[in-house]
């Protein structure tokens, strides 16, 4: 199952974007689902996560800032980035192990991706 992103652009510092993650198949069948990113010249990092009830995780970078959720209904999890800053400037993904359900804190362990999403903030 790959999963791919959407809905990144260009933003000044302090403004809003929503990024969609779809999947083929139903989101509820899938399980947690990871978002990822990677700016220039660094590692790919997770960033948050929610779990197939619901429950979200962030990393402190973007705790109180991002909001992850998800729709079942629509094959879909969104992350919604407020008050973004030029170092949230990064192509962005979204992941699951389909073989477990599961999204893992070291991106290294996901085999595959999907195409990720350019999200540009200027100052």
């Known amino acids: 199952v790959q999963l791919q992103a959407s809905g990144g652009g260009a933003v000044q510092a302090g403004g809003s974007l929503r990024l969609s993650c779809t999947a083929p198949?139903?989101?509820?069948?899938?399980?947690?689902i990871g978002w990822y990113r990677q700016a220039p010249g660094k590692q790919r990092e997770l960033i948050a996560g929610?779990?197939?009830?619901?429950?979200?995780i962030y990393v402190d970078s973007v705790k109180g800032r991002f909001t992850v959720s998800r729709d079942n209904a629509k094959n879909t999890v969104y992350l919604q980035m407020n008050s973004l800053q030029p170092e949230d400037t990064a192509v962005y993904y979204c992941n699951v192990d389909p073989g477990t359900g599961k999204f893992y804190r070291d991106p290294s362990w996901h085999a595959y991706w999907g195409q990720g999403t350019q999200v540009t903030v200027s100052s």
């Open positions: 929610i779990s197939i009830d619901g429950t979200p």
């Open positions: 198949t139903s989101t509820f069948s899938i399980g947690a």
